[in-house]
């Protein structure tokens, strides 16, 4: 059978070729590359609220995505400084301005930043006005036509920089070769990125009673360029109403933010553990409950629990909530967990990752 390029509408064989070779070399270029892809420890985060200033991205009948990306992005950075002091948060932007896609990732690139988290609300056309859902991007190859119609979307504001073709390698977010270029960029991280997409989605699901269209690959500019693990969170459909309700009310936000807070907490675990750190603190904290299965964190009284982390030990599901100073703190909010509920909440303590008896943390306390 004779060799042929692959057919792109008739249109630019070079570029074709281009692509072609591109698709034969890639493999092994993206693996050399996740061999290299190691971070160690998590120090500093960038948040990414999409669009914004004269691109207001997706509509809803009252909200706008760049308003409510904006929003959960700010929410999302106080959790982290408030719960993860030794983390540095940096936003791409805190007030609403337009910022082109190239220098939301240059910033984090600048920064040396460990993640890259981008906000974002989704939208369809009004006859598919009932689909709803948070879904997880990762930078990779389209799977699925919905994938590229959101990846397109999304890019689409490059229209709306300066010299733009030249910028990104003319790249045209209207042509279809354009997009299949973008979507075959590896990202040196995948691994990374996909871990903590997973973890969004269960937080969303688990956490908030969101329902989870799952995690998803494809080729977005804001992602192409960053030279750590990256994700696009599209947290609700602003096209159906219900949802669109949701993402446009304070405690929507808040609990979206939270479970995006959620799992960048236990990633942040696995990832400080995978390359050798360890915190040096000692934690004192309230285990409020255990169970073989996972608990449904939506309901009461668990959704009234602001900061609660579940980790899986001895095949038992544990929620753990607060990091006091003393012994002493954490036994008053032991009785004030108590009142609400908690029955069986007791004090733990944990040193370098690891469970030790309390006796153990009074004698490191006095110390």
């Known amino acids: 059978m004779p060799f042929a390029l692959p057919n792109f509408g008739g249109q630019r064989p070079l570029f074709s070729l281009f692509l072609l070779l591109f698709y034969c070399f890639l493999p092994q270029i993206a693996l050399e590359k996740e061999g290299l892809a190691i971070k160690s420890g998590l120090r500093t985060i960038v948040i990414d609220a999409g669009h914004g200033g004269k691109d207001n991205g997706s509509s809803g009948a009252k909200a706008k995505e760049k308003e409510v990306a904006l929003k959960i992005a700010l929410k999302l950075g106080g959790y982290i400084k408030k719960y993860l002091p030794d983390v540095k948060v940096v936003y791409t932007r805190s007030t609403d301005v337009f910022l082109p896609l190239h220098e939301r990732s240059e910033i984090a690139n600048r920064l040396g930043a460990d993640l890259f988290i981008s906000v974002h609300c989704n939208s369809l056309p009004k006859h598919k006005k009932n689909i709803q859902g948070t879904e997880t991007f990762v930078m990779g190859l389209h799977r699925a036509k919905e994938n590229l119609e959101v990846a397109k979307r999304e890019n689409r504001v490059v229209l709306l920089e300066d010299n733009y073709q030249k910028r990104y390698g003319g790249y045209d977010p209207n042509s279809p070769e354009g997009h299949i270029m973008l979507s075959m960029y590896q990202n ?154 908690f029955d069986g909440a007791f004090v733990v303590a944990y040193k370098n990752g690891k469970r030790i008896s309390l006796a153990e943390a009074r004698s490191l306390l006095a110390n």
């Open 188 to 341: 040196a991280y995948l691994s990374q990125s996909v871990l903590l997409a997973e973890k969004i989605q269960a937080q969303f699901k688990e956490r908030v009673g969101r329902k989870s269209r799952g995690v998803k690959q494809a080729g977005f500019v804001v992602l192409r360029a960053s030279n750590m693990p990256s994700v696009l969170v599209e947290t609700g459909f602003l096209s159906n109403a219900t949802e669109e309700k949701y993402l446009n009310s304070d405690k929507g936000q808040s609990y979206l933010a939270s479970a995006i807070f959620r799992a960048i907490r236990s990633y942040k675990k696995i990832i400080d553990k995978g390359n050798g750190y360890q915190s040096n603190n000692l934690q004192i904290r309230l285990q409020l409950g255990a169970s073989p299965k996972p608990i449904a964190l939506h309901k009461a009284p668990w959704s009234s629990v602001e900061e609660l982390e579940e980790e899986q030990e001895d095949g038992l599901y544990k929620y753990l909530t607060g990091n006091y100073s003393s012994m002493l703190e954490a036994v008053k909010a032991q009785r004030f967990w108590r009142s609400k509920g």
